[in-house]
Nanobody, 122 residues
Framework: QVQLVESGGGLVQAGGSLRLACAASLRPFSTYAMGWFRQAPGKEREFVAA????????HYADSVKGRFTISRDNAKNTVYLQMNSLKPEDTAIYYCAAGRARSSWAEHYDYWGQGSQVTVSS
């Protein structure tokens, strides 16, 4: 059974940083593109960032560009989301996802984690 397990969420003040990690049981992990999405209360799930299977190509939502960095370690079957200069509007549940192609569309991902809460206080 495929599992994606997020960790690293929590409460942080505005301007602070957090690093999310997503450990995947996918085999082979290196053949999957990975993405991060988030869902704030009362809002739809939205794309945050995605990375290709090799880690060589990334793309970001405009709202996080320049503040967030997605990366992966294929030897550890893990994808990361480094979040800097956090804002209250970044508050959401953050989900990692795995799919066969790097995409900003949730429908293109086959596997999802359970989510990790990130709360940014003003």
């Amino acid at each position: 059974q495929v599992q994606l397990v997020e960790s690293g969420g929590g409460l942080v003040q505005a301007g602070g940083s957090l690093r999310l990690a997503c450990a995947a049981s996918l085999r082979p992990f290196s053949t999957y593109a990975m993405g991060w999405f988030r869902q704030a209360p009362g809002k739809e799930r939205e794309f945050v960032a995605a990375i290709s299977w090799s880690g060589g190509v990334t793309h970001y939502a405009d709202s996080v560009k320049g503040r967030f960095t997605i990366s992966r370690d294929n030897a550890k079957n893990t994808v990361y989301l480094q979040m800097n200069s956090l804002k209250p509007e970044d508050t959401a549940i953050y989900y990692c996802a795995a799919g066969r192609a790097r995409s900003s569309w949730a429908e293109h991902y086959d596997y999802w984690g359970q989510g990790s809460q990130v709360t940014v206080s003003s």
